[in-house]
C-alpha cells in the first residue's frame, strides 16, 4: 500500500482515492518540491476534511469551502453583467438548494451557469463543493465543482408554495398565502453608508402554524394598508433566523399582494388555568375589562405605554399587559381575541399575568356566539371555542359593551340616561329593586341587560361576560347599589 493509499484509508470524507490522488499530485506541484507524497496527502486530508460538512446547517461564511449534498428546489434565470476590464460579460445562475438541516442559495458562474440551465432538474441531487459567503438572504455558495449524486436521496419538498411548517432556515424564493394576523407600525433606521432605511413586520397564519414577516424599505409601508383578518401572498421572500425562531424576510425583489382565498388558522391555545411562570404560550378568550391606556418615562428618557385588559375562558381569567403599540388596539370588553407568543409573568399580589410585547400578536376574532343560553349550554365544555362563546354574550350584549373614546361603554352611558329612555317605569331614587339580566359589561360598574333595559349595578361581585344574574338593592342616581348578587 502507498503512502497515499494509507492516508486515504484513514480519511473520513465522501472522497473517491482518484480525486485524492490528484489533489495529492496537485498539492505536491504547488508546494514546489518542499513536499513528498506522503506530507502532500496529510495536507490534502486536512483541507478536505476541514470542508466537508454534516449539512447545509453546518455552513458558515467564514469557511475557506464546504462541500455537501443538497437536492435542487428551484432553478433561477441567467443574468449577465459586465466586469472591469474584461470584454466577455459574466453570467450567473442562482439555484436554491436544500437537504434536511436547511437550504442555501448556489450561485452558478459563467460555465457553470450555462450548465444549470441546460442540465439541472427540479428534484436533482448534487453534490457541491463551493465557497459560503454572506449574501443578500443569508449564507450563498459560490459553486466551484458540481456534479449529479442520483444515488443519494434527500427527503425534502420540491414546491412552488410553502407552508408555515415547510419553512427552513435559508430558503428563498419563497412564495406563502397566509391570513394576515396582526400588523405593526412603519420603523426607520439609519445605515452604516448614512442612508435611511425603513422596516414594519406582519404576522400570517395558516393551518399549519404562523410566522412573522418583516418588511424592508419599500415594502414596508405595506403594514399600515393591510387589515387584519384579509388572505395575503408573500411573493419571493426569504427565512432567517431571530433570537432562535425562523423569520419570513420580504426585500425590493419581493412583495405581499392581498388575494381572493379563504385560509384557515387554528391556533393552539392553551387553557389559562395551565399557564406557568416563564412560558411563552397562545391563549384565546374573552375580554372581561380594559383599563385606559398609561404612559411612562423609561431609563433612557423615551415614553413608553402599556394597557391592561383581562381575558377570559372556560377555564379562567388573566390580566394581559398591552406594550407599546399593543396598547393602541381597539379591543374592548366583549370582545373575543386570540393572544399569541404571551409571556407569562409573576403579577399583582403573585397572580399571573401576561405580558404582550413586539413578539406576540392580538387577533380580534368574530363571535358566533348565541346569546345569553349559551354559556349555560357550554358552561361544563372543556372546548377552547365552546368557552369564548360561553363568555361572549349575544350580539346585542356585545354592541352595549363596545367602549367610547372616554373609556367608558356605551352599556354604561345608557345606564347612566335610563331615566330619560325608559319614562315612567324608572325607579325611584331610593327604592329597593331586584334586577335580572346578562352581564354585558363586567368591570366597574358591572352593566347588565334584559333585552329591554340597561342597569348599572355598583357591586364588588365577581361576574363573568355573558352570565345571567340577578342584583338585589337600592336605587341611586339611576345605579344600583346592590348588596346581593347572585
Known sequence: MSDIEGVYEDLEADVSLEEFREAVEAKVEQMGGLADEETAAMLVAHEVGESEVGGIADIEPGMEEAKFVAKVLSIGEKRTFERDGEDEDGQVVNVEVADETGSVRAAFWDD????????????????????????????????????????????VQVSDTYTVEDLSLGLSNVNLVGVLLDTDSVRTFDRDDGSEGKVSNLVLGDSTGRVRVTLWDEQADLATELEAGTTVEVIDGYVKDRDGSLELHVGNRGAVEEIDATVEYVPENTPIEDVEIDQVVDLAGVVRSADPKRTFDRDDGSEGQVRNIRVQDATDDIRVALWGDKADLDVGPGDEVALGDVEIQDGWQDDLEASAGWQSTITVLESESSGP????????????????????GDE??????????????????????????????????GEELEFTGVVVQAGSPVVLDDGETTMSVATDADVGLGEEVTARGVVRDGHLEANDVF
Do not use: C, M, W, Y
Open 112 to 155: 457553470h451557469a450555462e450548465a444549470a440551465i441546460d442540465e439541472l432538474e427540479e428534484g436533482q441531487v448534487l453534490r457541491i463543493a463551493g465557497r459560503p459567503k454572506e449574501g443578500f438572504s443569508g449564507v450563498e455558495i459560490s459553486v466551484d465543482n458540481v456534479e449529479p449524486d442520483p444515488d443519494t436521496e434527500i427527503d
Open 396 to 429: 346585542a350584549g356585545s354592541d352595549a359593551a363596545a367602549a367610547d373614546d372616554t373609556g367608558r361603554t356605551d352599556a354604561a352611558a345608557s345606564a347612566d340616561t335610563a331615566s330619560t329612555d325608559a319614562g315612567s317605569d324608572d325607579p325611584d331614587d
Open 373 to 392: 343560553g349559551a354559556a349555560d349550554d357550554s358552561s361544563g365544555s372543556t372546548d377552547e371555542n365552546a368557552g369564548l362563546s360561553a363568555f361572549a
